[in-house]
């Protein structure tokens, strides 16, 4: 079970957001890996892959994204919100099956 | 540039056969695994399963008895039936592509397909 951190997040333009990911087991795979993903759901836009395991900022993804954890817990860190950052965001653990997703956190600009 | 173009039927009576394809234009086919997850209605994300080129699938137990996927590498397709669907598996669908040696990193979805279940 994944477990997300705020699930609503209000946000002054400029200011940082931190959202939590918390996993019932372990997420370190036998290969060594740790299989933790963060999604951005933009109202209109296709689901964008932000970070995969655990910290690897995916291509055309803004510095101010970043990804960290270990183990059981996982933090996605914006170091200054943008308007253009409003959306939710999932964590997904891909270490085991079945995939899951975090239920969610809703980032919006106070 | 990758595109996940899907289709497929968005009205369905309850025990019938939910039916999606998702077509991939460009990028390699045999690189990734291809997964199908759908929302319902103001809910979070769910699994439903992959299949990778060669047609190997992991699917979710919870689905697992009602889910077939399917891959055409001919025609770079791979498609999704759901078999007796009820009003709970009304959802929006998408089909994505995972990079095989990024497990998760879900790179490319759909555009999504909204599918609903009524009599």
């Known amino acids: 079970v994944m477990t997300q951190t705020p699930l609503s997040s209000p946000v002054t333009l400029g200011q940082p957001a931190s959202i939590s990911c918390r996993s019932s087991?372990?997420?370190?795979?036998?290969?060594?890996?740790?299989?933790l993903s963060w999604l951005q759901q933009r109202p209109g836009q296709p689901i964008r892959l932000l970070i995969y395991?655990?910290?690897n900022r995916f291509s055309g993804v803004p510095d101010r994204f970043s990804g960290s954890g270990a183990g059981t817990d996982f933090t996605l860190k914006i170091s200054r919100v943008e308007a253009e950052d409003v959306g939710v965001y999932y964590c997904?653990?891909?270490?085991?099956?079945?995939?899951?997703f975090g239920q969610g956190t809703k980032v919006e600009i106070k | 540039q990758v595109q996940l173009q899907q289709w497929g039927a968005g009205l369905l009576k309850p025990s019938e056969t939910l039916s999606l394809i998702c077509a991939v234009y460009?990028?390699?086919?045999?690189?990734?695994?291809w997964s199908w997850i759908r929302q319902s209605p103001g809910k979070g994300l769910e699994w439903i399963g992959e299949?990778?080129?060669?047609?190997?699938?992991n699917y979710n137990p919870s689905l697992k008895s009602r889910v077939t996927m399917s891959v055409d590498e001919s025609k770079n397709q791979f498609s999704l039936k759901l078999n007796s669907v009820t009003a709970a598996d009304t959802a929006v669908y998408y089909c994505?592509?995972?990079?095989?040696?990024?497990?998760?990193?879900?790179?490319?979805w759909g555009q999504g397909t909204l599918v609903t279940v009524s009599s």
């Open positions: 997904v653990q891909a270490t085991q099956f079945p995939r899951t």
């Open positions: 395991k655990v910290s």
């Open positions: 460009g990028g390699s086919f045999s690189d990734y695994y």
């Open positions: 087991q372990s997420l370190v795979h036998s290969d060594g890996n740790t299989y």
């Open positions: 299949i990778d080129h060669r047609g190997g699938t």
């Open positions: 994505a592509r995972e990079i095989l040696v990024a497990r998760g990193a879900f790179d490319n």
